[in-house]
Structure formats: C-alpha cells, structure tokens
C-alpha cells in the first residue's frame, strides 16, 4: 500500500476562521513533507516531520502551522490566511527522512481562501 | 540554489514516442525523478535514476541520464491520451533532516489523435 490520503479534498474559508488540513499514511514512513503548489507552478517545499520532530520549515508564514501527532498523521492548521495562499496544499511521506528517498504524495487539498 | 529547467509544452500524436527533457545544476544530486501529475490530482512517481545510472527502463518509460551535461530525460513509448498530463522531474541533494525534492518548472504532454 503506498497510499497518503489528504482530507478534505477542497475547502473554501474566509481570512478570519480557522480549519485544518488533514494527512495520513500507513506505510510506516517516519517522515512527512507539506507542499504547496500554485497553479501551473512547481510544488514549493513548507515543512518537513522526521520521527514527529519539525525538520525543515522553508520560512512559511506562521498563519501556517503544521503538527504531527503520530508517526502516520500529518496536519496543517491554518489561520488568518490571505487571499494569495489560495493553493493546492500536497502532503507527501517518506522512509524516514534520513537519506535520498522516494517520496509519495497524497492527491491534494485545493484551499481558496476569500 | 538549484535550477531545474523544463521545456512548458510538448504534443504528440498517439502512438508516438514522447520525450521530455530536464536540466538540473545541482551536481551533488543523488537520485533523479520523474513524477506526473493529472489535472487537480496529486503527484504519481513514474520512476527514479540513481546518479551512478546512465539509462532506466521500465515498461514504456525509458531514463536517460547524462550527468556531465546534466541533462534527464523520460521517453515514453507508444503514447497514449490517458499520459496527457504534466510531468516534473526533481533532485535531491542529500541534506540530511529530511531529504528536499527540487522540482523542475514542469512540462505540459498533450496526446492528440
């Protein structure tokens, strides 16, 4: 099974709620990315988790706040967000973050932020 | 930083051959990918080429790599419409903490009949 699944599939919210962006794999990969991709652009790295602890933060916006529960749960919350973090937001998961690995990606939560 | 180039667009007619090329700069990257992504889904990895490769081939997928130029490219035989998608490639340096996948700008294959 090499399934990451990213709920909810599409979400729309004003500048002023909060909500949450939900990941999950059970490959028994120890390391989790968050990417965002604009349209007809490249994913562009957020955060990297390895064993639950925030490796990699690419500079992100602290409106942006991801957290890692467990070993196979992801989450991005997110608050007071702009128009322009209208995106599609792509989880990704990966042996263990400690060497060049294959990384599987999930299908995606499409945001729009109003 | 590294750059990671792609040509935009490409169409073919099915049944073609399809190639799609990739120029990294980043000469410490240990493996190279190919992933392709269909409209409002997520990314699919096709296939990877460790660095110390010249050429992978799986099913109709063929990997060409040439490291002194630092050119990759992906032939797909005998294109079909359900290919028409776009197509990253990416490289990892190896930076340990969590490996970071560069991705190229992306090239758009339209399969035509």
């Known amino acids: 099974d090499t399934e990451v699944t990213q709920t909810p599939k599409h979400l729309v919210m004003g500048m002023t709620n909060k909500k949450s962006l939900k990941c999950e794999q059970h490959?028994?990969?120890?390391?989790m990315y968050w990417y965002k991709q604009k349209a007809k652009k490249p994913p562009e790295l957020m955060f990297v988790?390895?064993?639950?602890?925030?490796?990699i933060n690419e500079s992100v916006p602290s409106r942006f706040s991801p957290e890692c529960p467990n070993s196979s749960l992801l989450n991005l919350h997110l608050h007071a967000l702009q128009p322009e973090d209208s995106a599609l937001y792509l989880c990704?998961?990966?042996?263990?973050?400690?060497?060049?690995?294959?990384?599987?990606f999930g299908p995606g939560t499409r945001l729009l932020v109003l | 930083g590294e750059d990671v180039e792609q040509s935009l667009f490409l169409s073919v007619r099915e049944g073609d051959s399809s190639v799609i090329n990739c120029t990294y700069t980043d000469s410490s990257s240990t493996y190279l990918y190919w992933y392709k992504q269909e409209p409002g889904a997520g990314l699919q990895l096709l296939t990877y080429?460790?660095?110390?490769?010249d050429m992978k081939q799986d099913q109709r997928l063929t990997v060409l790599l040439n490291k002194k130029d630092k050119h990759l490219s992906l032939r797909i035989a005998d294109t079909q419409t359900g290919d028409s998608a776009i197509y990253f490639c990416?490289?990892?340096?190896?930076?340990?903490?969590?490996?970071?996948?560069?991705f190229g700008t992306g090239t758009q294959l339209k399969v035509e009949l």
């Open positions: 990416a490289e990892t340096p190896f930076t340990g903490g969590g490996n970071k996948l560069t």
């Open positions: 990704a998961s990966s042996q263990d973050g400690g060497g060049v690995e294959t990384q599987y």
């Open positions: 080429i460790f660095s110390n490769m």
């Open positions: 490959m028994g990969h120890r390391a």
């Open positions: 988790y390895s064993y639950e602890k925030l490796s």
